[in-house]
């Protein structure tokens, strides 16, 4: 153990779940290895951190202390699977952190930012995964995180409206995915490029939709909502992929389920 333990030690990346620590999958150690890898770290600091407590609240008494030690400033990516009732504590986002962290992803948590947390100078991509969070709270988050040039949300069943703020200014790529309690969200960031949106509807402010390139938009009617609509927004869309459950035929629109143009000239 103590060997394994010196291995872990001084490595500035660490990736750690039930596949990577634990032969049999069923093996109670899977806790106790975690936490003697994280507290027996030295003293150089994580870049990256990707920890995957396979939602298993029995490791969960544990998270708190762990994270404290794991996330400090320096840290560039951190990636935790956790478990659906678990907070994370918007107290490990200190200054050092938020000027160092580029990549966050949350999966299966509960995530409240505010107003007073502060800007996040060097976060460029952001993924959330069945986190309970509200628009208000993204929102704030959002407006500080400048250099954001990545977003995708994923099952964020409490987000009920969404509205791209026009300050991420660097934002090139949005996706969308099952957050089935918002049904449209606005975007006013002028620099979107790549937009996939599963199960809803985006409204753009005039102009914000020159620089498109490629967008994939899956709800019902969307065949007929995208010959009426993109053409005179989107002039510089190069590909468009479109999934629709179903089409009422109106103005002699085309029925077909799937639609696929590439390229547009």
């Given at each position: ?28 150690s899977f806790t106790c ?80 930012p505010t107003v007073e ?27 500080n995180s400048l250099a ?118």
């Amino acid at each position: 153990m103590a060997a394994f333990l010196r291995s872990w030690g001084c490595h500035p990346n660490l990736a750690l779940d039930r596949i990577t620590l634990c032969s049999n999958p069923l093996e109670r150690s899977f806790t106790c290895k975690i936490d003697n890898i994280l507290r027996n770290h030295s003293s150089i600091g994580l870049k990256i951190l990707r920890l995957d407590l396979d939602d298993d609240p029995n490791n969960f008494l544990y998270v708190d202390s762990w994270l404290q030690v794991a996330v400090t400033p320096g840290i560039e990516e951190l990636t935790l699977m956790l478990y659906e009732k678990y907070n994370f504590p918007c107290s490990l986002l200190s200054d050092g952190v938020r000027n160092s962290i580029r990549y966050l992803r949350l999966r299966s948590c509960a995530f409240h930012p505010t107003v007073e947390l502060g800007p996040l100078r060097s976060l460029t991509s952001l993924r959330l995964q069945s986190v309970r969070i509200t628009e208000d709270e993204l929102g704030c988050f959002l407006s500080n995180s400048l250099a954001l040039e990545q977003l995708k949300l994923t099952s964020c069943k409490e987000i009920i409206f969404l509205k791209i703020p026009c300050v991420l200014q660097q934002l090139k790529s949005l996706t969308v995915m099952a957050c089935h309690r918002l049904p449209v969200l606005e975007s006013e960031a002028p620099n979107l490029s790549h937009i996939y949106l599963h199960r809803g509807k985006i409204k753009f402010s005039p102009g914000e939709a020159l620089e498109m390139k490629d967008f994939t938009l899956s709800h019902a009617n969307v065949i007929c909502d995208a010959r009426a609509e993109f053409p005179s927004i989107m002039p510089n869309l190069e590909t468009l992929l479109l999934h629709s459950c179903q089409e009422y035929l109106r103005n002699g629109c085309s029925t077909n389920r799937s639609l696929e143009v590439l390229p547009h000239t």
